[in-house]
């Protein structure tokens, strides 16, 4: 793949998104030659990197390189990861580095078709996720809540093998996202998604559906949502670059079976990607 | 440097280490090629590796290849990462990833000799570390928090360059730790440090502090500690494996200018490095 533009698939040991986590990524589809919403992932990484202090690579370069990765790798998941850079031991981040871009790539996963219209089994991850307004809504490298709850729900895949995503609450018990994915209620035809100021992560799939809102007079409400809401709404889905989105069946021994407004938003957004 | 064994400085775009921050670090000090305190760096290595299920490297291939760095850079500042290795995409730790091991090495910094007999500045960071319990204690490649309040430190050090260390509270209001240090007051010739439960890094100069007070017949506490109980401290120091001990002489406009305790505690892990 590339890195600072060159084929390569190694960074230094020396990279602070290695020694710190210290920078910030995009998972974005590929599709027949064009990676899907550019342009609003593109901005979302310019935000991502101003929170952190990081200069944002040029969209033009960026462009070029993205063109290299489409045309070897047309279909598919695209990464971008980009980091401060190398620099000297310490966490204080010098102004004179170069941010590092990675560029990776890997096949669409397989996940059954099914998920999308008849939903997904949930579960709610024991880890509860930390509250850090300095870092909330940034995708940074710091994952490492992710990668506990990922493992909590791989734990009980292995009893459940049914079991698509998990949902993960703050500390203070209000419900923020998935693992991998944003969360929408759905209520009396009013659409409610949690409020990410204090953590979390804004992806660009929920802008488009907090868009796809505004656009099409939907009632659209952001704030806090406790647990017993979530399970007592007329639907719930999540949605993320890869997966679309997927409606939840199935969470907490609450069972939903028609997910009319999922169903609408998801056509919506499907007939933007074309 | 050396990666897995190899004379090499750089690692796999693919490694978790930079993907999500999924691996541990050490920090240690080296004299005269020797490694110093190394069975508690390995102690403490093995046990964070143990907190985010990573299969810590086995002590003897980790000294064999410290013996290699060691014969290379006899003096300085050697650091040990272990992540959980490349593996495939998305948040899940599959089982059969091999962890990577990564040694680097830097010169020792030059820090003012006084600052270890007539202490440093302190400044308090606006910055909150966040409150995880789970990841509480354990020297994770998860250092955002640690990179925000560094760029804070240097923003206030190019106003005051005597500025040596932001110190940091938890969302809470407690008293945490230095930047890259933890912390110890001494109040009537008792030690008290910041329980470190639900954040912060228990850094092995702060067992070894414990250890000397329990030796020595020290009253020791370890407690949530508030900002004002630390400025109506006798002393306050601060403790890594780089730095040793430093104790500090100014905070938030509270000056120290006797450190007896401080003094006495150094020379005594001193003593033991010999």
Redesign the interface.
């Known amino acids: 793949?590339l890195?600072n533009g060159v084929p390569?698939?190694?960074?230094?040991?020396?990279?602070?998104?290695?020694?710190?986590?210290?920078g910030v990524?995009r998972t974005l589809r590929a599709d027949k030659g064009k990676a899907l919403h550019w342009p609003l992932h593109y901005l979302k990484l310019k935000r991502d990197c101003t929170a952190?202090?990081i200069t944002c690579p040029d969209e033009a370069l960026l462009c070029a390189e993205l063109d290299k990765v489409l045309a070897q790798h047309p279909d598919g998941?695209v990464?971008l990861?980009v980091?401060r850079g190398a620099g000297?031991?310490?966490?204080?981040?010098s102004a004179d580095v170069t941010p590092t871009r990675?560029w990776?790539f890997?096949p669409l996963?397989d996940y059954p078709p099914e998920w999308m219209t008849q939903g997904i089994k949930a579960r709610l991850c024991n880890?509860r996720l930390?509250?850090?307004p300095?870092?909330a809504c940034v995708k940074?490298?710091?994952?490492?809540?992710?990668?506990?709850?990922?493992?909590e729900?791989?734990d009980a895949q292995s009893h459940d093998h049914q079991l698509a995503e998990g949902l993960l609450l703050d500390?203070d018990g209000h419900l923020i996202e998935g693992?991998?994915s944003n969360l929408f209620l759905v209520s009396q035809g009013k659409l409610t998604t949690p409020d990410l100021s204090r953590?979390g992560v804004a992806g660009i799939q929920r802008g488009r559906v907090m868009a796809w809102a505004l656009q099409h007079g939907m009632a659209l409400q952001v704030r806090d949502i406790g647990l017993e809401e979530a399970l007592h709404a007329d639907e719930i889905f999540i949605v993320n670059s890869v997966i679309g989105l997927w409606p939840i069946r199935e969470l907490e021994q609450r069972y939903w079976s028609h997910f009319p407004v999922a169903a609408q938003i998801r056509h919506g957004l499907d007939r933007q990607d074309t």
């Open positions: 793949m890195v390569g698939n190694s960074i230094s040991i020396r990279d602070r998104g290695l020694l710190y986590g210290d990524f952190l202090g998941v990464k990861i980091t000297a031991r310490g966490y204080t981040p990675i990776d890997s996963p880890l930390s509250i850090q300095r870092l940074h490298l710091n994952r490492l809540e992710n990668v506990l709850a990922a493992a729900l791989h500390a693992i991998r953590c």
